[in-house]
Structure formats: C-alpha cells, structure tokens
T-cell receptor, first 112, second 111 residues
Framework: NAGVTQTPKFQVLKTGQSMTLQCAQD?????MYWYRQDPGMGLRLIYY???????DKGEVPNGYNVSRLNKREFSLRLESAAPSQTSVYFC???????????FGPGTRLTVT | DAKTTQPPSMDCAEGRAANLPCNHS???????VYWYRQIHSQGPQYIIH???NNETNEMASLIITEDRKSSTLILPHATLRDTAVYYC????????????FGTGTRLLVSP
C-alpha cells in the first residue's frame, strides 16, 4: 500500500512554461485535494474532487486546472507558470468513514 | 467550518508533556475536532480526532472541554522528533467537507 504518491518531487520551470503535477492514491478514497504551501505559511486549498467525475475550486484556484482522471488519479496543471506559483504542492485523499486525510510527500516547484 | 485559534509557537523540554491548546468557540454541535502535524517539509500527518469525549491513541491524547469551545492536544512524553507544526481543524463528518488549515502552532522540543 503506497498511500498517496506524487510526481515529480522537484521541478524548475521558466515563466510561461506549462506542466502537470501527478497524484495517485491506492486506498480507494473518493475525495482528493490539491494544496499549496508557501514558505512559513499554512496549507491553502487549490482544488478538490469530492468524487470521481467532479471537481471544484478551493481558496486559490487561479492559474490552475485539475483533472480527476479516475478514482485513483487527480492531476494539477499549470498552463502558464508564474513566479507567484513557486511553492510546495501537496495532494491528499480522505478516508470516507474516519475522515482522516492522507497526504502525499509533496512536489517542490520553482518558477523563475 | 468553525474557525480555530492556536498560539503561533510553543516550547517543550524533551521527555515532558506537551500541551497544545486550540480555541474553537464557534464550533457547532456536530463538528469534530481534528489534529494534524507537519514535520519539516513533509506532508501533514493525521494525529487524532474527537467529537465530545476525550480520545487517546498511540500518538497523543485529545481533551475537549465540556462546552466544546476549546481543546488540548497532549503529547505525553515529547521527543525531539515531535518538533513540528501542529494544526487544529474543526469540520463536519458528513458528506463532503473541505479541510481548511490555519497557520498552526510551531512546537519546538529541546533536549
């Protein structure tokens, strides 16, 4: 049981480039989330998916798009990266009964 | 979801109990209190949660006041590896709920 996995672990982009952050969970959880965490700050919710086939905006969705590809996978796309998107990105899923949220190890993104 | 208030930082000596407070005065009757922690640069880790009764697991104890307006997370014998940011969150446990993180309490455990 790998839990929540994220790829890549590190990425450097130039302003204007695009990329997709991948997230997968093998716990059969319905709900998945994308957060960003800036240095010294708490986590902020970017997008979430309550169940397969649905996605919704969180607190800070501008500049991002998401795809819930299937129950396991939830990807986050930056269409035109900006320096303000330099951050650590965490994916998470939630257990339907206990409501415990499980987090991936994070993707450290730098936009120059 | 109800708002929570936590002190920005606390210190604790290794081997002593760490008591981390959280105020959630606007909590509604069916909202649970959750605690997570984030050790440097890692993803947050679930610790414990409760509704109204005190809870204990292998990591910590959670004490919720009778009026449910505040709670305390207790790490009974803090170790250096417990140095982390601790987040207190309240949420409903029905249907789909976003989990909103505040800025938490930075706990420093010293030798």
């Amino acid at each position: 049981n790998a839990g929540v996995t994220q790829t890549p672990k590190f990425q450097v982009l130039k302003t204007g480039q695009s990329m997709t952050l991948q997230c997968a969970q093998d716990m059969n959880h319905n709900s998945m989330y994308w957060y960003r965490q800036d240095p010294g700050m708490g986590l902020r919710l970017i997008y979430y998916s309550a169940s397969e086939g649905t996605t919704d905006k969180g607190e800070v969705p501008n500049g991002y798009n998401v795809s819930r590809l299937n129950k396991r996978e939830f990807s986050l796309r930056l269409e035109s990266a900006a320096p303000s998107q330099t951050s650590v990105y965490f994916c998470a899923s939630i257990h339907a009964s206990s409501y415990e949220q499980y987090f991936g190890p994070g993707t450290r993104l730098t936009v120059t | 979801d109800a708002k929570t208030t936590q002190p920005p930082s606390m210190d604790c000596a290794e081997g002593r109990a760490a008591n981390l407070p959280c105020n959630h005065s606007t909590i509604s009757g069916n909202e649970y209190v959750y605690w997570y922690r984030q050790i440097h640069s890692q993803g947050p880790q679930y610790i414990i949660h409760g509704l109204k009764n005190n809870e204990t697991n292998e990591m910590a104890s959670l004490i919720i006041t009778e009026d449910r307006k505040s709670s305390t997370l207790i790490l009974p014998h803090a170790t250096l590896r417990d140095t982390a940011v601790y987040y207190c969150i309240v949420r409903l446990n029905t249907g789909f709920q976003k989990l909103v993180f505040g800025t938490g309490t930075r706990l420093l455990v010293s030798p």
